[in-house]
C-alpha cells in the first residue's frame, strides 16, 4: 500500500489525539528493548547509556529520479560488517518520500534492517528527500498544504510499519528542513510528532532545526523522546572545498585547516571611473571601458555591464576583462551557458536592477544565441558575477593593479547611459581550529543544557580535494570537541558512487583508511 492511501486513516487517527498543554513535557517509559531519551543522554532498555556514532548511508537519494534502481547498489551487508568493525552504532539511512510509491522503499529499508540486526548497528530512518519535492531542497511543501498532509501520512505509515523495531533508534522526520519562516517548519513538527504516536509510542523523534538564518534554532517539544539534531558543516570553505553543486561555480580549494578560512565576500564599492556610452547604436558596437584604479584596501573584483535612465532595452555580449593590461578569462563571458537544472537563466551571471528595470537572458547576441539584456526608463539595472563566497568569476586585487573591461554592446533606444564597469569586494577571514569548532556549537551546547535534552549532529565531514591535511585534521578535531561534549553523531557519507572522491569514507570500493582511522578512534571515545 502506498502512503497516499493512508491519509484518510490518519486523518481519523488525529481527530483522537489529545494534545499536551501548558508547556510540560510529557513523561513516558519506553519497552525495554527500545532505545529511549532519558535526560540528556540516550539509554537502552537497562538504562545504560548508548552513544550514537556512525555514518550517513545516503543510498544515492539524488540520482533516484533518473536512475531508479541506484538506492538497491549503494551498500550491501558486507559494508554493515565493515562498520560494525570500525566501531560505528548506527547509521543515518536516507531516503527519498519517491521511495514509497512502490514496494521498493519498503524493501531497501527491510534489507538494512536485516543487515542491521546482523551487526548490532542502530538505524536512524532518515527523510532526505521530503515531498513533494523531486530532488533535495525544492522546498515546496511550505506552499502546499495537502503535501504537508501526505508528509505526516506517509510517517504515520512507515511507523505503523516499523513500531516493534528495536533495531531503528529513531526517525528523523526532515532533513534540513528550509522553509521561509521557521515558524511554518514548527508547526509542521507539531502535527507530525503526535500523528507518529498514535501508532508508535516508542521509537525516539529527531528534530532538526530550521535552515531560516544563521541560526534559527530549536522549540522544545512536547514529547518526551524527541533528539534535537544540527548539521556541522562549518568552516563552510574547507569542508565543501572544491564543491560543485552548491553554486555556479566551484568552490575555492585554498584555505587550510587549521589556519585563516574565507568566511565570507562582502560588496564594497564599484566604479565610478569606467565611462559611460549615452550615445545610440542600432548594430553591435564594440566598447571599451576607461582604465579603472579599484580603491584602496579592496580584494576582489568583478565584471559588471549596467546601465541607468532611460534606455529602452540594451544588450552586452562577448566580454573581456583586462588587468594591467594582460586580457584574463571572465566566466561564461559569451553568456552561453545555462544555470544547470534552469535553462532561464545564465550561469554565474545575476541580475539587480531599481526602479522599473528588469534583466533577461537576451536573445539578441554578437555571437552565439545569448546575451545580456537590460531593459528600464528610470533608475538602474546591472548585471554582476560577485555570490557569496563562490570566488572563481571573482578577479583578485593587488595594490597598484588597473582593470579594463571590453565588449559589444547593442543599445538602439538608449536616452541614458550604458558601461561596463567593476563592483569591488572584500573578503572576510576567520582563524579556525579546535577552539573554534567548539565556539561555533556552543549556542547548541547551552540550549541543551538548559533544557535537559540530547544533541544529535546529523551531518558534518569534509571534501577531499581539500588542500594538504585539512580534511583529515578538521574531521578528527570535529569528532574530538563532539565526543568531548557527549554528542552523537554521523559522518556525511559512506561512499561516493559518481567518480568523484567527496565526502565519502569510500571511494566505490576503495576504503581511505587514514579516514577510517579517524573514525575508529573517535567511535572508541
Sequence with gaps: MTFFRRLGVVLGLLAGIILITGGARAQQ???????????????????????????NVDTDYWRFPFDPQSPLRYATEADMHALSELGATVIRL??????????????????????AEATGIYVILDMHVVLPDIYFGENRI?????????????????????????????????????????????????????AIRTVDPNHILFVEEPLTGDYAGFQLQDDPNVVYSYHDYSPFSVTHAGATWIGDTPLPTEDSYPGEVLTDVQWMDYSRDHGDFTGQTDTWMYWESAIMTPPDDIDWATVKPQAWGNIGTVWFDDLELLRNGVPLPVYNAGIEDAVGGDDSRPVSWYFYGDGDFSGAWGTEAHTGSHSLEISGTQEYGLWTQANWILTLPLFSIEPGDTF?????????????????????????????????????????????????????????????ASPGDSRYNLIHDKIDVMNANGLHWTMWHFRDTDGVAEFGLYQADRRDERLADILRQGMDG
Design 142 to 194: 511550505w506552499d502546499d498544504p495537502a503535501a504537508q498532509e501526505q508528509f505526516i501520512s506517509l510517517w504515520v505509515d512507515l511507523a505503523s510499519r516499523y513500531q516493534d523495531q528495536t533495531i531503528i533508534a529513531g526517525y528523523d522526520l526532515a532533513n534540513e528542513p528550509g522553509p521561509p519562516e521557521a515558524a511554518q517548519w514548527w508547526d509542521l513538527v507539531r502535527r507530525t510528532i503526535p
Design 29 to 55: 517509559t519506553a519497552p525495554a528493548d527500545f532505545l529511549h531519551v532519558a535526560g540528556q543522554t540516550i539509554v537502552d532498555g537497562d538504562g545504560q547509556p548508548v552513544l550514537l556514532r556512525g555514518v
Design 94 to 115: 536516507g531516503v527519498s518520500w519517491q521511495y514509497f510509491d512502490t514496494t521498493m522503499g519498503y524493501n531497501l529499508v527491510d534489507d538494512y534492517l536485516s543487515w
Design 404 to 464: 579594463q573591461v571590453r565588449g559589444w554592446i547593442l543599445a538602439p533606444e538608449n536616452q541614458g547611459g550604458v558601461g561596463l564597469g567593476l563592483d569591488y569586494l572584500k573578503s572576510t577571514y576567520e582563524y579556525y581550529d579546535r577552539d573554534r569548532l567548539l565556539a561555533d556549537i556552543q549556542p547548541y551546547l547551552d540550549w541543551a543544557a538548559t533544557n535537559h535534552v540530547p544533541l544529535f549532529v546529523g551531518e558534518f565531514g569534509g571534501m577531499a
